[in-house]
């Protein structure tokens, strides 16, 4: 275990007899909730869940996972299985089970200005308040503005019939979406960010046997806490937009961004995470907490400071019409009544997630520009369907790719990536390829006839060499 921050104290776990173990409330269901209320109870908690939509507590309490997340749902199973998860959408039932009340409802953008939406947290705040009658810690894990968790301990103590003696802490999750169990169980750090050391110890305990793993844990103020969060995810979002920056100029140039990445990776101060070119970053995350955290900042007076964000925002969203200008630029510069094939329809793999997908967003606009789009995506179909009902879908991949004059790959799938070009090459009308994610093997495609594009690299072929050793021995990437 290491503690960085406020104190130096020796966190306790709830089995050194100091703390008794907490109940745990987890308030909201979604992606972020439903993951921590179950990977809390595989821990060992007794967990209540709740959630106002009834329809999504009769599904968790059935034992089945409402969306889409890799090892989610047998795990789920195992936790029913003890019987310490329950759901519900009866808060008193959940302020009488638990002294410790996660908050994990979502925090979207708001539909007329760039500010984050607090109407479901307050709501969960109004709810859950006046059932408190007893002293216990609420633990913000949403992503919220500066400020909301000093706002919120005044809210909640002028409602709560426990008044002072409910406390409110921060402790943001940075769990991505496809890696949630992972995340959550073995996270890189955990965030406390509290106003008593009564709050610290109860928070230590919750994370007891995860701290037990050495995880770091710091220590901090509330606003420390609140902006960790919004200050991770705009470094993450300036990262993929710093590449997808280069990935214009060397268009411009000729220069090929994918060797330019490689480059830059193998120096440690940079590193080669998140600086994957391509169509840029999507989700109910990084789109949102850059604009929400450049309008607090603005509120705050130091909107200068993050400016840089929007500049961060327009490139991410250029991408999405450079993606179109190239899909078009491959249909000859017409897009009426061209077949195209959208591959993936999720914000990235592994998740059915299609809040703000790039995809979803990029084959919205060739079906606006007239062309007839077919999508396929594993797991993103049902969603999909009811948020885009006009674009066209297909059951199968190979359903999907028959008779298309451009496929276009925005969400690189592993089916996708191992996708045989030859067989695949037997179903299209032309072999035209559009990479938006840089995720396939651009010379078996080329070996296969296809014309490859991806943004950012040159149409030569030059980067498709396969790595060989020069006369010297120096291992050569790709020949200048
Ligand atoms: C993000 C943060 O990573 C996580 O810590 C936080 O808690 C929630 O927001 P998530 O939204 O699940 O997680 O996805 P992430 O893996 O960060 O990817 C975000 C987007 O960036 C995706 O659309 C992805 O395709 C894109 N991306 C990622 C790139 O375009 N290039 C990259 O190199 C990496």
Known sequence: MQTVGATDTELTSPGDGSLESPGVAVIGTGYLGATHAICMAALGFRVIGVDVDQAKVTALAGGRLPFFEPGLAELLTVAMETGRLSFTTDFKAAAAHADVHFICVGTPQSADSPAADLSHLEEAIRCLAPHLVHRCLIVGKSTVPIGTAQRLTALVQSAAPAGSL??????????????????????????????????????????????????????????????????????????ISYINAMAEVCEATGADVNLLALALSYDSRIGGRFLKPGLGFGGGCLPKDIRAFAHRAQELGVGQAVGFLREVDAINQRRRQRTVDLITEMACGDLTGVPVTVLGAAFKPDSDDIRDAPALDVAHMLHQAGAHVTVYDPQAMGNAKVAYPDLGYADTLEAAVTGAEVVALLTEWDVFRTADPVA?????????????????????????????????????????LPPVLAADGIKVLATP
Do not use: M, Q
């Open 166 to 239: 409910v406390e409110l802490a921060w402790n943001p999750e940075f769990l991505r979406e496809g890696h949630a169990v992972e995340d959550t169980l073995n996270p890189d750090r955990l965030v406390f960010g509290v106003a008593s050391e009564w709050a610290r110890e109860r928070l230590a305990a919750c994370y007891a046997p995860i701290i037990s793993h050495s995880t770091h844990v710091i220590v901090t103020d509330l606003p420390t806490a609140e902006l960790v969060k919004v200050a991770a995810n705009s470094f993450l979002a300036t990262k």
């Open 424 to 464: 695949l090459g037997e179903l299209v009308a032309r072999r035209n390829i559009v990479d938006g994610r840089h995720a396939l093997n651009a010379a078996a495609y080329r070996a296969a006839h296809w014309d490859y594009r991806a943004l950012g690299t040159p149409t030569a072929v030059v980067r498709d």
